[in-house]
């Protein structure tokens, strides 16, 4: 019996994806940063720090200082700000109606530290999400791939791994909620290719949102 479905945010809530990789693009050539485009899809989910060390590390062999950290985190978020146009994902309200229909708790557990999206989900999607029951980056330590942001979401569903079932677009997402031991639908948004997200661990993968709700039904009653 399914009690809680825990929805990633970017690229799974918002069509905001495009606009992540205009941000962290920008910022890491203003820095001089070793990067391709790609990089950014293939670190979704992961915190903010994480994503920074990595370049540093592959630019400069070193991890970034706190004080870099801050200050480029700092000039990304506002530039996505600055881009994102707040739209939400085509096909999601679709499956989130059938959730509530179900009478099934609705949680978000998401990488991100993006206030403006955040603060925005409420609002957004109406009765679906509350903030006592999200995990976002100001909850976790380590974040995606790492279990902790999926497991804190078990937390605060009040659910078992078994009664749980995950919404990522994104590799480290998928690898996150698999390592929590949760059944995992990958919806592929985005432009990597699909056996990116099956080598993460995907149980089901779907190319859209739409394509997710016309099967929904079955997904839920089949486990
Ligand atoms: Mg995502």
Same mark, same amino acid.
């Given at each position: ?16 994806? @495009?606009?992540?990789? #205009? ?13 391709? &485009?790609?990089?950014?899809? %293939?670190?979704?989910? #992961? ?6 060390? %990595? %370049?540093? +590390? ?6 970034? *200082? ?21 739209? &939400? ?15 099934? +708790? *609705? ?6 530290? +993006? ?9 957004? !999607? @109406? ?8 995990? *976002?980056? !100001? ?51 985005? &432009? ?13 993968? !779907? @190319? ?16």
């Amino acid at each position: 019996m399914i009690k809680a479905v825990l929805f990633d945010m970017d690229g799974v809530l918002y069509d905001s994806m @495009p606009f992540h990789i #205009c941000a962290w693009s920008e910022i890491s050539a203003k820095h001089h940063l070793d990067y391709v &485009p790609e990089d950014f899809y %293939l670190l979704e989910g #992961c915190t903010g720090e994480y994503t920074i060390n %990595l %370049l540093y +590390q592959r630019t400069y062999g070193r991890n970034a *200082t706190a004080e870099e950290i801050k200050i480029l985190y700092r000039e990304k978020a506002n530039l996505f700000t600055k881009y994102n146009d707040g739209n &939400p994902m085509h096909g999601v309200a679709d499956v989130l109606k059938q959730v509530k229909d179900l009478g099934t +708790q *609705t949680l978000v557990v998401t990488g991100s530290g +993006q206030k403006s999206l955040i603060d925005k989900l409420e609002t957004d !999607f @109406p009765g679906h999400f509350k903030r006592e029951k999200m995990v *976002t980056a !100001f909850d976790v330590k380590r974040g995606k791939p790492d279990p902790e942001p999926y497991l804190m979401g078990l937390v605060k569903a009040g659910v078992s791994a078994g009664e749980a079932i995950v919404v990522e677009n994104a590799p480290m997402g998928v690898q996150s909620a698999r390592a929590a031991d949760i059944f995992t639908i990958a919806v592929n948004t985005g &432009p990597l290719p699909d056996q990116v997200l099956r080598d993460a661990g995907a149980n089901l993968l !779907f @190319p859209d949102m739409p394509s997710l709700a016309k099967s929904f039904q079955e997904i839920i009653k089949a486990r």
